[in-house]
């Protein structure tokens, strides 16, 4: 299903489709959907959107937004996002 993430300042969330490799983002009211080819491409925004999220609430709170929705298919660890066994 969709995990959704969110801060309030500025006005920004994320909804990411895991099994999909599907994306959406809204940022102070524009819209992006992206459709992932692979999951490689999709780990790689994860990333990307990690960044964002450890600049905005630190590490520690970053770690637990991006965690429901990446810790259970194992892709997050404390400094990383990693690709799930297979």
């Known amino acids: 299903g969709w995990t959704m993430l ?34 490689e491409d999709m780990l790689r ?13 630190g590490e520690r709170r970053a770690d637990m937004v991006l965690a429901g929705c990446a810790e259970k298919y194992g892709f997050l660890s404390t400094d990383k996002i990693n690709l799930p066994t297979r």
């Open 45 to 57: 925004k994860m990333q990307i959107i990690k960044k964002w999220w450890l600049k905005y609430l």
């Open 6 to 39: 969110w801060h309030e300042t500025p006005y920004h969330w994320e909804a990411i489709h895991i099994s999909k490799m599907k994306w959406i983002s809204f940022c102070e009211g524009d819209i992006y959907e992206i459709q992932f080819d692979n999951m």
